[in-house]
């Protein structure tokens, strides 16, 4: 995409802008009655000081890439500063122009001092009319009606020009890029670049060279490394920059048009002092956890900040400052961010409700994200029935609500790449497992979705390391939960020392007589046997193995199945595997985390594996013992080798324990 460049001067001086719609901008200025009547439909006094008073009109010639007409009214706004002269204000954007182009190759402009500024359009204002015009009232009245519903429905939002597109009618399509240009001149909106300039101010004291230019992705925050350079129909450059790290979600290009919304209506939520959580069946250390949060909650301070500001100084002040858990850059001991750290089973669910509710009863809006789509789908009918009343949207890949806005979204974690300070609480839920954990795009984007001012609540069984270590330096403001709903100790895995599963499984092998006892044990007492493994390829074999022998292990051969992320029939060997037609499972993976099957154990084979980390190991481990008809389930790592993640998984379970143990949360002998 192409935009016109022009500067107008005020009262207070001249402002340099770029338009996707010249024709828009130039009535704008040019006719008072059609600006009076978009004032009028706006409905609000307009946010920008040019609407008042304006006194001349200087426009660039020809069009340029939109990137580089960013970049260039970035540059003039910041350096030109008020007050300048007709020839002075032609010269500079003359010059920021081929600034601009410079520090980006693939677009030769041929730019001289005002060499490019388009005398048929330059307007001397208070010559051009006179009087009110009543035709031109009434087009810049519904005009600015229709702006101001398009900013409504962005507000908090950052969408493409593609996804503006399609979130609108067909019949509004062809005016779309006006109707966006008028809110921008109204205050309701920014428009930008998918791709933005990192520039660094003028007081830093450094200066970079052409070659050492860098661009961000607006969207996901990625930097170089993230992005690669094409030549572009759409601009004619022959190094247009577009994201590769969020091309899932749309082309974020130097040269495509993005939007912005103002930011949610943000107001200082008034938490509730005190709140009756004897509603949600608590125990009383997931009590303790809520009423800890809440506390956090309350203790928070609104910190306004300059909407004003220029969206690309925005970014760049939010990328350089970015910490993927502490967002908007926020140190560590004003943290906005709370760690709920709830072992395995222990009703994570059940303890973010008393936190939605305080915000959305206060007034607030509040986004839950999880990493995965099965876990937003199965948390999407709870949410409802939790809160009936309330407006609610389910996003994921294909959802459609995705053009939407509700007072409480549910989300994967990759559909807040489309949310701008919209959310007072943004629950970020297993910020450990894949994909969130260790993708800083995630972490950004979960960071940009938060209103200044809001809570970030992260959950988690196993935290990453960083997080542990800061929760317990009291870094991080956190509660923990150690024990689950039934208040029994979590089961603590044992070594059981067998060969490599390469080396016995196939339908000829023979099961080593340490798991086939074991295995036994499990099946004589009715569990279900989860059997994880580390490689996809492992699981076929291993099945052939198991049901071979199936009859020395106290099962039917039809009792032994197995699945894994590339079986499509997975999803109905789980729903057998938890009605109990299927007794032994063998699995990777994919069911170590949000799988709940009463009376369960659980063997690790290969544990030792790299694959397992200690908080995979505590994860797969964390399926047994989660019901309170079979607290006791046995967890066994099976390996030839004792590694430091088994070890290291053991001592947290025990840790959780002794934790429980001394609050006084674990029922003693019978009770």
């Known amino acids: 995409m192409k935009a016109r460049i022009y500067a107008v001067r005020t009262a207070a001086g001249w402002r340099a802008l770029f338009t996707v719609c010249h024709e828009l901008d130039q009535r704008f200025w040019s006719d008072s009655s059609f600006r009076s009547g978009a004032s ?12 008042h008073d304006p006194r001349d009109l200087t426009w660039l010639k020809y069009a340029v890439p939109l990137g580089i007409a960013a970049t260039a009214c970035e540059a003039l706004n910041r350096d030109v500063g008020v007050g300048l002269g007709k020839a002075d204000t032609r010269t500079a954007i003359a010059a920021a122009i081929r600034r601009a182009s410079e520090q980006t190759s693939g677009f030769a402009t041929g730019v001289g001092d005002g060499g490019w500024l388009d005398e048929k359009l330059h307007l001397e204002l208070p010559g051009i009319e006179k009087g009110i015009h009543l035709a031109s009232v009434e087009q810049g009245r519904r005009a600015g009606r229709e702006a101001r519903d398009i900013a409504e429905k962005l507000r908090g939002r950052l969408f493409l020009q593609a996804e503006v597109e399609a979130a609108w009618p067909a019949e509004t399509k062809e005016r779309l890029l006006a109707l966006l240009q008028l809110a921008l001149l109204l205050g309701g909106l920014k428009l930008t670049t998918g791709v933005v300039p990192e520039v660094e101010p003028r007081n830093s004291g450094r200066r970079r060279a052409s070659a050492e230019f860098r661009l961000r992705c607006l969207r996901c925050g990625s930097g170089e ?19 590769e790290a969020c091309l899932t979600m749309g082309r974020s290009r130097e040269c495509g048009l993005a939007v912005v919304g103002r930011p949610s209506e943000v107001v200082p939520l008034a938490v509730a002092r005190r709140q009756d959580l004897s509603r949600w069946g608590l125990s009383p250390a997931q009590t303790e956890a809520a009423g800890t949060a809440l506390a956090f909650l309350r ?19 939010q990328v350089r400052s970015f910490h993927p ?46 990493p995965r789509r099965d876990v937003v789908l199965e948390l999407a009918p709870r949410l409802a029935k939790a809160f009936p009343q309330v407006s609610r949207v389910v996003l994921y890949g294909g959802s459609e609500d995705r053009f939407e806005t509700g007072t409480l979204t549910l989300a994967t974690a990759h559909q807040l790449i489309r949310y701008r300070e919209a959310f007072d609480l943004v629950v970020i839920d297993e910020v450990d497992a894949f994909p969130y954990h260790n993708d800083p795009t995630l972490h950004y984007t979960a960071a940009q979705a938060r209103a200044r001012g809001g809570v970030t609540v992260l959950l988690s069984a196993t935290p990453p390391n960083d997080l542990q270590r800061e929760a317990r330096r009291g870094e991080l403001p956190h509660a ?10 979590l089961p603590v895995p044992v070594r059981m020392n067998i060969p490599p599963v390469s080396r016995w499984a196939g339908s000829r092998g023979r099961i ?7 295995i036994r044990l499990s ?16 699981t076929d074999p291993l099945v052939d193995c198991l049901r071979q022998q199936a009859s020395t292990l106290g099962l039917e051969p039809g009792d032994i199945a197995g699945t894994s992320s590339r079986d499509p029939d997975r999803s109905r060997k789980v729903e057998a595997f938890r009605a109990r037609t299927i007794r032994l499972l063998v699995t990777t993976t994919i069911l170590e985390r949000g799988v ?15 694959l397992f980390d200690s908080s995979s190991l505590v994860q797969m481990a964390g399926r047994a013992g989660r019901s309170a008809d079979d607290p006791d389930g046995r967890v066994y790592f099976a390996s030839p080798v004792w590694t430091r993640s088994q070890r290291e998984a053991c001592r947290q379970i025990r840790e959780m324990n002794a934790f429980a143990a001394r609050k006084g949360y674990l029922l003693q002998g019978n009770q």
């Not at 154990?601 to 030792?608: E, I, K, P």
């Open 225 to 243: 490394g993230g992005l690669r350079r094409t030549p572009c129909a759409s601009c004619g450059r022959e190094d247009c920059a577009y994201c």
């Open 523 to 538: 099946a004589a007492r009715e569990a279900q046997i989860f059997l994880f493994v580390p490689y996809v390829r492992q």
């Open 40 to 51: 009028e439909g706006w409905g609000d006094q307009p946010k920008v000081d040019e609407l």
């Open 596 to 610: 709940t099957v009463p009376k369960s154990d659980v063997f690790v084979l290969d544990a030792d594996k790299p």
């Open 480 to 489: 923990r939960v150690a024990v689950r709903h039934h208040r029994r100790p």
């Open 325 to 370: 858990f502490l967002p908007n850059g926020a140190k560590k001991e004003n943290s906005d961010t709370f760690l709920l750290w709830a072992v395995t089973g222990a009703g994570k669910t059940e303890m973010m409700f008393p936190l939605l509710e305080a915000v959305l009863d206060a007034g607030g809006r509040a986004a839950v994200a999880s």
């Open 512 to 518: 080593p007589p340490r798991l086939a006892s074991a």
């Open 299 to 317: 203790e928070r301070r609104f910190e306004p900040e300059d909407h004003a500001r220029s969206p690309l100084t925005s970014v760049i002040r």
